[in-house]
């Protein structure tokens, strides 16, 4: 049986740094609060004229680099991001045109909140082990400063902007690469984090603009518990599929959207916070970005060598959630 693998992995951030203490200058808020009760001290705003889709693409650029291939060798293109360039078309085909991938190539969108970049791979790992394709970029991008209500304190100190992507490829080699996924999803909770307007449920409108309906809205006690929940039952599902015991894992790389979350789930799988991987202090919860940004980093840092196991998992509005094993 082949596998596939992550060939090249690259993330980008933007360099404009927003502090704690600069938003406390606009919100009620404090720096003490922000890092105690979500580990977050600052975050990336995107420039006005950088879209979802010019992230996309530097990150997309790495990723290929890393891999040592070039636009033209994709097939598969995959953005997945809850805040699009536009409605219509997808973020994808934007991604290809500039990018420069081949005319012809599949190019979508995906919507699953945090849980993005661990769908788009899952979608990938199918669509390549069928023949039918031969290499793949995913990518997970978001510009949420741009659906952020910033007088709102409660949702407003989270988010930040960033992308990360990967090059999937199919090799010969068995046991190797994205050995497990595994996707859930709880649409009990669709109404704990969402945004309210400019769908076709609640089009956009002079009313619902003034209402201030186009923002993030989250029910924040009721989401940290239900990540923490899906989170710790997908991972163990993942570890007895696999057979594994926790020390066998190198490294989890989880969304990075509270480490008060990710301590909780540290505690309950019984892991050591050393085995997690955190960038959220720089970077705060940047949705479907969070994984691939961290992955790359991890790598990096020189935190995943060949051989490891690494176990990556999301949880995200929707309320989606995955996880995914990969042996490097
Ligand atoms: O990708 C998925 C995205 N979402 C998440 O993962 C969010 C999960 N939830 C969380 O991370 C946490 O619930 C929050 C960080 C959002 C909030 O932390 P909390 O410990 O659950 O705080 P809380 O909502 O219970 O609020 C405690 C107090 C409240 O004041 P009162 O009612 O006790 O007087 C809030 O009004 O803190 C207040 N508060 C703030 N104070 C200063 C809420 N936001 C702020 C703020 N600065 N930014």
Request: proline content about 4%.
């Amino acid at each position: 049986m082949a596998s596939v693998i992550i060939a090249g992995v690259g993330s980008y951030a933007p360099e404009r740094i927003l502090t704690n203490e600069e938003l406390a200058k606009t919100v009620d808020t404090s720096d003490e609060w922000i890092r105690t009760r979500s580990g977050i001290g600052e975050r990336r705003i995107a420039g006005e004229n950088e879209a979802c889709s010019d992230m996309a693409v530097h990150a997309a650029r790495a990723a290929l680099a890393d891999a040592k291939m070039s636009a033209s060798d994709i097939d598969l293109l995959i953005v997945a991001t809850c805040t699009p360039d536009r409605p219509l078309p997808s973020t994808a085909c934007i991604v290809q045109h500039k990018l420069g991938v081949p005319a012809h190539t599949t190019c979508f969108d995906i919507s699953a909140a945090c849980s993005g970049f661990l769908y788009a791979m899952e979608i990938a790992y199918g669509m390549l082990i069928t023949n039918r394709y031969k290499r793949a970029l995913i990518i997970g991008a978001e510009k949420l400063s741009t659906i952020v209500d910033w007088s709102d304190r409660t949702t407003c100190v989270l988010f930040g902007d960033a992308a990360g992507a990967a090059v999937l490829t199919k090799v010969a080699q068995p046991g190797i690469g994205i050995i497990g996924s595994d996707l859930g999803a709880d649409g009990e909770f669709a109404d704990k984090l969402m945004i309210h307007a400019g769908g076709s449920s609640c089009p956009a409108s002079a009313q619902s603009v003034e209402a201030r309906q186009h923002f993030i809205r989250m029910n924040g006690k009721e989401v940290f518990k239900s990540a923490v929940r899906v989170m710790e039952t997908v991972c163990r599902e993942m570890m007895e599929q696999h057979q594994l015991t926790p020390d066998q894992i190198s490294l989890v790389i989880p969304h990075q959207a509270n480490i008060r979350i990710i301590e909780a789930l540290a505690g309950n799988l019984k892991l050591p916070m050393d085995k997690f991987f955190v960038n959220l202090d720089r970077y705060g919860n940047t949705s479907s970005a969070t994984i691939p940004l961290a992955l790359d980093e991890a790598r990096r840092s020189g935190r995943v060598k060949p051989g490891d196991l690494t176990l990556l998992v999301a949880f995200g509005a929707g309320l989606t959630y995955g996880a995914a094993l990969v042996r490097w």
